[in-house]
């Protein structure tokens, strides 16, 4: 039955496929032809892959078991007892695939017992069986779990960067759903982002740079790499610490501005500088941090002070900085609990992680490992071919892979220099806070 079905559906998708050639643009031709043939298919199909993938469950049927059961129980009518046994094998509920930009998305009613991570488990078999890019599983509510397929990798090409419209918020990339990679600090305040050597994470820094240089917001930069990365930008940036004592002057400067700022939000009855009267409302700040473990590493005990106050003044602001405006994008190519319990505190305070093709998988599980233990898969899957694709947490508390648009070094040195009128002087920022809040 099924398969006359499938033979059906196929004979009717092709008729209408050969319709929409004629008489259509050729970009039709997916929702036309390719889209009807790859939903009838996998409709047709799903009780085989459902039964391959270990999805189905052994049910006793009604007429075969309760009905011959009730019928002997009356002792009118002998019954075999095989009818009473019969069990088949049951298919969670599939409803119709909807098209989507890059393959389709299906709704799935779980079975009794079954959890969304059992899907997520039988992602790559559902992948192969259907022959498709990636199945991933998403779960809108308790008892159904969604199934969305991509064709192919739609990371392979990216566009260019658009403009940023709204104040913290970066569009640096594209998700392989098809939407938007943002880093909007807004929702999230402090990020992580993780890769080995060439994998894309100075790209992502550069992204982020064009993005928020036409913003009303002070850029401050660590620069632990001799300052090689973001000296190229200082036009654009308040601060700049490219060593290591430099780095803990200006994170102390840092810890007492949050304590002002603090001092001018208890003062207005606010809880955070958005909530202050926009006359008073200090400028927003991003610390970008580049190559995070040097900040920990020691050379030797003279260095252990210095490397204990640091790490507590980063802590600090990491855990009290988004009431106080003050926002981290933190970048390394290893971050490890060798480094210390200072990056395992940082990393818990950073809801952001972005994870690029790393070398070590302490430094995948540091970023990722206590989201899903799948990203976590993914995220040691990335191959070197493809810099600029990463493993994404943080927005929505899922996970995706994404890559980043290209900017190069130069377009986010003409992005600093043409924004530089943008940048306060650190002395601006740092100037007294207000000691009243004017009337509204
Ligand atoms: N999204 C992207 N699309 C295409 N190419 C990219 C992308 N991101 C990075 N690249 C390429 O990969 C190269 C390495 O990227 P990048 O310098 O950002 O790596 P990195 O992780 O910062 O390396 P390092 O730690 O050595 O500085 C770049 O020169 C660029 O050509």
């Not at 580049?290 to 900040?295: F, P, S, V, W």
């Amino acid at each position: 039955m099924s398969d006359l079905l499938t033979l059906l559906g196929v004979s009717a998708a092709i008729a209408a496929g050969l319709w929409a050639w004629h008489h259509w643009h050729y970009r039709s031709f997916w929702l036309v032809l390719g889209y009807p043939l790859a939903a009838f298919s996998v409709w047709a199909t799903w009780r085989k892959v459902a039964l391959g993938c270990g999805l189905t469950k052994k049910r006793q049927r009604f007429w075969f078991t309760t009905v011959p059961g009730l019928v002997a129980s009356t002792g009118v009518v002998r019954v075999k007892r095989k009818f009473q046994r019969i069990a088949v094998d049951t298919r969670p509920f599939m409803w119709l695939p909807m098209p989507t930009r890059h393959g389709w998305r299906v709704t799935i009613h779980t079975l009794e017992g079954q959890i969304p991570a059992d899907y997520a488990e039988v992602a790559e078999r559902l992948a192969h069986s259907w022959g498709v890019h990636a199945v991933r599983v998403s779960s809108p509510r308790p008892g159904r779990v969604v199934l969305a397929t991509t064709m192919r990798d739609p990371l392979v090409k990216v566009a260019d960067l658009p403009a940023s419209t709204e104040l913290l918020k970066v569009t640096v990339g594209k998700l392989e759903t098809g939407g938007p990679w943002t880093i909007d600090f807004t929702t999230v305040p402090h990020w992580i982002n993780a890769g080995a050597t060439q994998s894309g994470k100075s790209n992502l820094a550069n992204a982020l740079i064009v993005g928020l240089a036409p913003q009303p917001v002070a850029l401050v930069g660590f620069d632990l790499k001799g300052g090689v990365e973001f000296t190229p930008y200082a036009p654009r940036l308040s601060a700049l610490a490219t060593t290591r004592t430099e780095c803990a002057t200006l994170l102390d400067d840092l810890v007492t501005l949050m304590a002002d700022r603090m001092g001018v939000c208890r003062m207005a009855g606010a809880r955070n500088i958005w909530q202050l009267p926009p006359a008073v409302r200090p400028v927003p700040i991003v610390v970008l941090v580049d190559e995070l473990a040097e900040l920990y590493l020691m050379a030797d005990k003279s260095e252990k002070d210095e490397i204990a106050k640091t790490s507590t003044a980063l802590l600090r602001v990491a855990q009290l900085g988004r009431a106080f405006g003050i926002y981290l994008f933190c970048c390394g190519q290893r971050i490890g609990s060798d480094l210390g319990p200072g990056v395992t505190a940082l990393r818990a305070q950073c809801s952001g992680r972005i994870c690029h093709r790393v070398n070590d998988p302490e430094t995948a599980t540091m970023t990722l490992g206590d989201l899903d233990p799948a990203a976590l898969v993914s995220a040691r899957a990335i191959p070197a071919e493809t810099p600029g694709v990463a493993i994404v947490a943080g927005q929505d508390g899922q996970w995706y892979r994404a890559r980043s648009f290209y900017v190069t070094e130069q377009a986010a040195e003409h992005a600093a220099r043409t924004h530089a009128h943008l940048a306060p002087s650190w002395d601006e920022v740092m100037a007294a806070q207000p000691h009243e809040i004017p009337a509204a």
